[in-house]
């Protein structure tokens, strides 16, 4: 994506979900468009700590997560990570339901959308809340 069209995107996100316009938001959304993987909101908070402060940008990570912008994908021992949302995410309600793959050589956490998740049937008395698909292994960028 170029730089025109991730500020774009990034506004009409904001706008979508009803939040507003601030550079703040507009810069973290954007530098969610230039990677592939998943971000720790720690490699956030320093990548944006010039142009904002710590509580400025965990309040906006919270409402992007509420706001069904990101999603938290599965951490993988250093801490949390979010990810940009398919665009089927409503307010409140996500249905980020793929596999996140992570790299045992870059630590990155994938999402998988397009990977089918096999239907698990479960004995009759257990009812499904919600579930998380992961897979550890090696991606494309480190097999090369
Ligand atoms: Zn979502
Ligand atoms: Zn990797
Ligand atoms: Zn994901």
Do not use: W
């Amino acid at each position: 994506m170029n730089t025109m069209n991730t500020q774009q995107h990034a506004e009409e996100l904001l706008s979508n979900h009803g939040l507003k316009k601030t550079p703040i938001r507009i810069a973290m959304l954007k530098f969610f468009m230039e990677h592939q993987f998943a971000l720790s909101a720690s490699y956030i908070e320093s990548n944006m700590k010039a142009m904002s402060d710590r509580v400025t940008i965990y309040r906006a990570l919270s409402s992007f997560e509420e706001k069904g912008i990101l999603h938290k994908a599965p951490d993988d021992g250093y801490g949390v990570k979010y990810a940009l949302c398919s665009e089927h995410c409503p307010d409140n309600a996500h249905e980020d339901h793929h596999v996140h793959f992570i790299c045992q050589e870059c630590s990155n956490t994938y999402c998988l959308e397009d990977v089918h998740i096999p239907m698990v049937k479960l004995p009759e008395d257990y009812a499904i809340e919600s579930f998380t698909y992961t897979i550890n292994g090696v991606c494309k960028a480190c097999k090369r």
